[in-house]
C-alpha cells in the first residue's frame, strides 16, 4: 500500500536524523530514544503549565540539535508552535543535549495511563478503530485506521507495550490499550477487517485484488539461461503483494523454472514436455494460474487468472564452431597436449544424434622416444543422444599418421547457441571444449 511505504520511509528518515546525532547514557531526568520503535521516553513533560510523568511519544521531526549545557531538568511542549524541547535525550551511550522536535502522537502518561490523542480508541457506532502506532515488522505506520475483524483475546491485566504490533501471518493486531468509550481495555487481541486509512489519508478499500497478467509470456527455448519476466501487467488497489501460483493446480509452470514471489518467472527450462512419434522434441505450451496476495490485510485474488508460455526444443541440429583441449597420456606412453578449432555437424532424430566431426592441434610424437613431431588434423563420425540441454556425443578420430582411431566421449550442455562440457579420451586424457552454433 503506497501510504504505508511513504510513512515507512518518514519514519525511516526521522530514525536516520536521530541516529547521526546520537548513541546515549543513562541518567534519572533524561529523555530516551528507541530508533526501533521511534518512541521517545519523557520523564517530566510540561505542556501549557500542567506537568505530566513517564510520557511515552513517538517523534515527527528533529529541528534542531543545540548542544551545550542542558537548559532546565523538564521536556516543555507547545502548542501553539506544536514544538517539544527537550532538555537532554540519550540514544545508545550518547546524549544530546538541547533537542527540539516536532511530535508524532502521544501514546500515554503515568501508570499506563491514556493522555489526549494516545492509545487506540474504538467506535462501535462505524466499527473503526484508531491506532496512534502500530509495528507491522521492521516498519511503524501512525495514525492507521482499520475495521474489526473478529476478537481473538481480552487479555486484561497491566498494558503490555506502549505501541500496537500486527503480525501480516495470522492477520492478528495485538493492542495495548484501547478505550471504548469510557472504558479502557488492555492487552486485546483481534483479527483487522479493512485497513481505512494511514497516517491521515483514506485508503482504497481492501478487497479482492484485481490481477492482470502479461499474456503469453515471451517464449523460452530449452536451455535459455538468461530468461526471466515478471507476469503482472497490473493490479488493483495499489498495496503490497507477495505472488504465487494457483494452488487449485491451475496449470504447471514448465520444469525447471520457478515463480518467485515478486511475480517473477526464471529458469532454465529442462526440456519441452511434448514429443512427436519419433521422440523429436516439439514445442509445448504451459498455461497456468498466478494469485496474488496482500500482504497486509492476506486477501487473495479470486479467481485467479492464467498465462502461457511457449518452451521450444533445443536447436541441436546443425553446425557447431569453436575451440577444444586435451592433456593426458596416449600413444606409447606418452603425454599429448591437443589444442586446436574443432567443428561439430549434427542432426538429430528424436533423441537421437548423428552427425560428423573436424579437429586440428593433434599432437604427434615420436615413440618410443617420445619426442615432439608435430601437429595434425583429423576428422570422423558422431553419434550421441540429447536429453533437454543435455547432450552425451561419442566420436572417434582417425590418425593417419599412426593409422589408429582415438575415440572421445563428451558430455555437454547448451545454452544460448554455446555447447560447453568436458571431455574423456580413449587413452584417459581429459578435456574440455566452447562450440558456438553457426
Known sequence: MGSLQKFSRLITQVLLAFSLICTALSANGTDTYDPAT???????????????????????????????????????????????????????????????????????????????????????????????????????????????????????????????????????????????????????????????????????????????????????????????????????????????LDSLSNGVTPGGMTLHIDGTLSGIPTSTGKTDVNGNQLPNTYTFGVCAVDTFSRVTTSPCPQTSIVVNPLGVAGTWVGTWSKTGSGDGGCTYSDSGSLTLTLSTSGTALSGSVSADGLMLRYVPSCEFAYYTSSSGTVSGTVAGSSLNILYSLFISETSKNVSYNWSAKVANNVMTGTLVSSSGATGSFSLTKQ
Do not use: C, E
Request: proline share 5%.
Open 38 to 244: 521511534n518512541i521517545l521516553s519523557i520523564p517530566s513533560l510540561t505542556i501549557n503549565g500542567t506537568a505530566y510523568s513517564s510520557v511515552t511519544m513517538t517523534v515527527g521531526k528533529v529541528i534542531s540539535i543545540g548542544g551545550g549545557t542542558p537548559v532546565g531538568t523538564t521536556d516543555t511542549y507547545s502548542t501553539t508552535s506544536g514544538l517539544l524541547t527537550i532538555p537532554a535525550v540519550q540514544l545508545g551511550a550518547t546524549t544530546f543535549t538541547n533537542v527540539v522536535a516536532t511530535v508524532g502522537n502521544i501514546i500515554s502518561t503515568g501508570n499506563g495511563a491514556i493522555a489526549p490523542n494516545g492509545g487506540d480508541t474504538y467506535d462501535p457506532a462505524t466499527g473503526v478503530l484508531t491506532v496512534p502506532l502500530v509495528l507491522v515488522g521492521g516498519n511503524a505506520y501512525t495514525n492507521v485506521q482499520v475495521t474489526l475483524g473478529s476478537i481473538v483475546n481480552m487479555g486484561g491485566g497491566t498494558a503490555g507495550s506502549a505501541y500496537d504490533t500486527f503480525n501480516t501471518a495470522t492477520n492478528q493486531l495485538n493492542i495495548p490499550t484501547v478505550r471504548v468509550g469510557s472504558t479502557v481495555y488492555h492487552n486485546v487481541v483481534i483479527t483487522v477487517g479493512a485497513i481505512v486509512s494511514v497516517g491521515g489519508g483514506s485508503v482504497l478499500p481492501v478487497t479482492k485484488p484485481l490481477l492482470t497478467l502479461r499474456n503469453p509470456l515471451d517464449s523460452v527455448t530449452v536451455g535459455d539461461t538468461a530468461y526471466s519476466q515478471n507476469v503482472v501487467a497490473g493490479i488493483w488497489p495499489t498495496s503490497l503483494y507477495t505472488y504465487m
